[in-house]
């Protein structure tokens, strides 16, 4: 089975630095993944995705991330983080059946 | 559309009582999921739905949970004989037929007391 890591608890990053949230997958074949971000009692917004091709992806809110087949890494990353950032994300990778495998997430707490 | 849908938003039952939750995928998507979000992890594979069939099943979906999707459209999950470990946040998601990329309603909080 297709799994991803996530092996930090929480991530705090003063308002305005930048923020790298990291995620490291393992998988059989080519990696579908994921960027999730998930609001205090609210299902997940989709950040964004690599599928294929350029491995720096770009996604909603100012967030990208980079795919590195050799490191088998997909980090989160905003060049200037935002107070209204604070959220928990997660990674998560398309497993067997078509359906997602997300790692335990990581608590994002941008400090003002 | 307004995304997927689930109702009701938050739900309160005591032990031993069943319970029926609701989602309302994207129209044209066709797969639909079903996760459970305990507090402090990543949502957790229960079961899908491609159409009207429920294609694979997790081994955490125990006997007392069932799952429908009887038009292809919207999907109910019940919980029978509800437990305190039961309760979760529930969340449904949908797809389509490519797979490459999911949209999640706002989920279904169970509280079992």
């Known amino acids: 089975a297709q799994s991803v890591a996530q092996p930090e608890d929480q991530v705090n990053v003063a308002e305005g630095n930048p923020l790298t949230v990291k995620c490291t997958y393992s998988?059989?074949?080519?990696?579908?993944l994921f960027w999730y971000v998930q609001y205090p009692n609210r299902g997940l917004q989709f950040l964004l995705k690599y599928i294929t091709g350029d491995n720096l992806v770009k996604g909603s809110y100012g967030f990208e991330a980079e795919f590195n087949k050799s490191q088998t890494s997909f980090h989160l990353k905003k060049p200037s983080a935002l107070v209204s950032d604070s959220a928990l994300y997660f990674c998560?990778?398309?497993?067997?059946?078509?359906?997602?495998?997300f790692g335990k997430g990581n608590q994002v707490v941008v400090i003002p | 559309d307004t995304g997927v849908s689930q109702n009701p938003r938050h739900k309160i039952t005591k032990r031993g009582q069943n319970v029926t939750f609701r989602c309302d995928p994207i129209s044209e998507h066709n797969r639909l999921y079903w996760y459970r979000q305990t507090l402090g992890q990543g949502p957790e594979f229960l079961t899908y739905f491609q159409n009207e069939a429920q294609l694979e099943k997790s081994r955490l979906l125990s006997d007392r949970f069932s799952a429908e999707r009887p038009k292809g459209s919207f999907s109910t999950l019940e919980i029978q004989r509800t437990e305190q470990g039961d309760s979760a946040m529930y969340l449904c998601?949908?797809?389509?037929?490519?797979?490459?990329?999911?949209?999640f309603g706002s989920g279904t909080r169970l509280t079992v007391v």
């Open positions: 998560a990778v398309r497993d067997v059946g078509l359906r997602l495998a």
């Open positions: 998988v059989s074949g080519n990696p579908y």
């Open positions: 998601a949908s797809s389509g037929f490519n797979s490459d990329g999911y949209t």
